[in-house]
């Protein structure tokens, strides 16, 4: 049981790692067969037109609320299971332990079928571990799917309302990004608008 769900502690805005929104300017040459240099040159040219920008992941992971809802609410799921396959591994060893008090004084045939029954009881403790762990990795996939997609939709709005033509991503832990300028930095006004939409739409909710 102690390889239980090692996935949701583990689970950041990864998810999102690549938020590339291309071609959201109409106007924007789409050409997909550039040379090195030509590619340099307009990344050089985009990003003196401000027509690229990026988000720091590690900060939206931290100040999304829809995320740090998922999260929690995924974090309790998995503390839930664990308790209840820990109170059903308990029991077991409760069994164990008597029948090896109680083995010496017991018929040939009382043993086998009290060995019998405790081995599917282990059987069936470790069908409730793989099956937890399955629903959760389930439960995650969708969540953080919605969550995928919940930003990725308004970056596209966001993304044309403003001419942007690549949205980028940064994180600490995966720095693809290597140095940008901080005014290509939208983090704060993507958060501050998800965050609005998410609290909209749980405002909504509850009517």
Not at 27 to 51: C, F, H, L, Q
Not at 172 to 184: F, R
């Amino acid at each position: 049981m102690n390889k239980l769900f090692k996935t949701v502690s583990q689970t950041s805005l990864g998810l999102i790692a690549v938020l590339a929104v291309a071609s959201c300017n109409q106007n924007a040459n789409t050409g997909a067969t550039n040379t090195t240099n030509d590619s340099a040159a307009a990344v050089v040219n985009a990003n003196n037109e401000e027509k690229i920008v990026y988000i720091n992941s590690d900060t939206l992971s931290e100040k999304y609320e829809y995320y740090k809802d998922v999260r929690t609410k995924l974090e309790a799921k998995v503390k839930k299971a664990q308790s209840d396959l820990q109170s059903k591994g308990q029991a077991f060893q409760r069994e164990v332990a008597e029948y090896q008090q109680k083995a010496a004084s017991m018929s040939a045939s009382e043993r086998q079928a009290t060995e019998e029954r405790l081995a599917r009881k282990q059987d069936e403790l470790g069908r409730l571990d793989q099956n937890a762990s399955a629903s959760i990795a389930q439960d995650e996939s969708t969540e953080f799917t919605n969550v995928y997609n919940t930003i990725t939709e308004y970056l596209k709005k966001h993304a044309e309302e403003k001419g942007y033509e690549l949205v980028l991503t940064y994180s600490v832990s995966n720095p693809t990004v290597l140095y940008a300028e901080k005014k290509m930095d939208i983090t704060a006004e993507v958060v501050e608008a998800l965050n609005k939409e998410y609290k909209d739409k749980k405002a909504k909710e509850k009517k």
